[in-house]
Each structure stands twice: as C-alpha cells, then as structure tokens.
C-alpha cells in the first residue's frame, strides 16, 4: 500500500468473526485536524471498526496506517503509544479520586508502573492537569471527588484523560449518550475545539448533534461504506435515507 498525507489511511480492511465480515475491504481517509462522524445502522461494523484502529481486534486482512506506519500486528498499548486515545461507552474514570487525581494519574510519564511509583506532581504536570481541566470545564471541581461528578462531568473528564496523553488521533464511541440538552451543547463545543491539531472520530446516532460537529460523515452498512461526505450530502442521499435515516 502507498504513502498518504493523511492522518489515519484504512485500506482494503476485513475482519472475519467465525466466517461472518463484520468489516469488509473498507477504505477510509481521515486528515489531521477533522472531526469525522461514522454514523449507521446498529450492526453495521462501527465499533468493530474502532475496535481494529485502537489495537482491541485484530483484522483478517488489510491495512490501517496512522501517519504512514502500519498498525495491524502492533500491539493496543503501543498504539496508545503513538497518539490513539480510545473512549468507549460508558466513562472509566476512578471514582473515588479527585477530578485533579484522575488527570494527574493519566499524564503519560505516570502510565508505566516505574513511572507511577516514581511519579511526583511536578510543575509540568500540575500545568496540564490545569490547562485539560479548563479545556474540560472541570476546572472549578478539581478536588471534587469524581464518583460525585454529574454524568456528563464524567463523560468530559474521561476525555480529559485521554487529552492529557495529548493523543494525535482521538475515538470516541457515542459520546453524548445520557447527556442532557445542555450538557451536549457542551460536548459540541469541547469536540469542536480538540480537533484542532489532531484527527477526531465519533461515532453518533444522534443526527441534530452529528450536523453540529462533523466536519465530513460517513455511512456505514454491513460492514462496508455506504456513503460518505458532508452532512447534507449524505442526509439526502436515498441509499441512506434507505437502509438508515428513513427508520
Ligand atoms: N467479537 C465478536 N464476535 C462475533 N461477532 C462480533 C464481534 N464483534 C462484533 N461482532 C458482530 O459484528 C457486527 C458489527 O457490530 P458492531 O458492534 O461493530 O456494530 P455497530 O455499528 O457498532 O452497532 P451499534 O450501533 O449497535 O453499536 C454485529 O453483527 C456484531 O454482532
């Protein structure tokens, strides 16, 4: 497979789980700095597409290339290592520390068990905690303890942990499920402001929220793309009033 100037290039990528496709010879390009919306059907492969670029599942065939290095066959934890932060669901924070501890512990040097053991909160690391909390809005409950952080709270805090690895390439799976009318209004925002510098790739059902963020959307069905491009392009494409927004 050739060079690309893209961020994250999948070529030709399949997984076979039991001889059913769950992706199948999907090709997809995504830039630095875009916030790309996968949307689809329930089934339609956008999880197990997640799954494959983060490390979770490993492909049948194919290629996935993040800054033109192949990344099938490497390992989950050296592709955290190369910039690919991965949210999935529900958040995964520890509840019973401190928004400022959550942070804290998720700043890269902390992550090996050496580093942990070694890990003072030094100035630098003080700075970032404060600069991803504000980036967040967590910024005025940082000794609050996380377990009492409002659902959303807790959904931005989880990215804050990821943000404070300062990932090239962010995934993040339904992001505002459960969130309330403001709350999203919010996770708009913060999505908006951290594809800058990076890629961003959300998976969303919610089309008012997807029409708010995506820079570019695709569609998925059966594991294979079924449309892709601005968000008015494939709302009124009629494959994909078809098989998805027509439901
Ligand atoms: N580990 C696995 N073993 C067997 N089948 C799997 C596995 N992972 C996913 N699948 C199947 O692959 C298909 C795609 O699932 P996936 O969760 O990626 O879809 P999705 O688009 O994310 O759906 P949803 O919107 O419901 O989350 C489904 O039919 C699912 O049952």
Redesign the pocket.
């Known amino acids: 497979m050739s060079n690309t100037d893209f961020a994250l290039a999948v070529e030709g990528l399949t997984v076979s789980?039991d001889g059913?496709k769950?992706i199948e010879d999907l090709t997809l390009y995504v830039d630095k700095n875009e916030l790309r919306v996968i949307i689809?059907p329930?089934?339609?492969?956008?999880?197990?597409l997640l799954d494959l670029i983060c490390g979770k599942t490993k492909a049948s065939s194919g290629s996935i290339k993040f800054q033109n290095q192949e990344l099938t066959g490497m390992d989950e934890y050296l592709r955290v290592r190369k910039g690919i932060g991965r949210k999935f669901q529900t958040p995964s924070i520890y509840e019973n520390l401190s928004v400022f501890k959550n942070l804290e512990v998720s700043y890269p040097e902390g992550r090996s068990v050496f580093g942990a053991l070694r890990f003072k909160c030094t100035e630098a690391v003080q700075q970032r905690v404060q600069a991803v909390a504000q980036e967040i809005g967590l910024d005025h409950v940082l000794e609050m303890e996380s377990g009492l952080l409002s659902h959303g709270q807790k959904q931005w805090l989880e990215i804050g942990m990821l943000l404070m690895q300062d990932p090239e390439l962010l995934m993040l799976d339904e992001p505002i499920a459960g969130m309330s009318a403001r709350e999203r209004e919010l996770t708009a925002d913060l999505l908006k402001r951290i594809c800058v510098g990076r890629s961003v790739i959300v998976?969303e059902h919610d089309m008012e929220f997807v029409a708010r963020i995506a820079h570019k959307v695709t569609v998925?069905h059966q594991g294979k793309i079924l449309a892709e491009g601005s968000m008015e392009a494939v709302q009124s494409d009629p494959k994909v009033i078809d098989v998805y927004l027509g439901h």
């Open positions: 789980f059913f769950a689809g329930n089934g339609a492969g956008k999880t197990t998976i998925m």
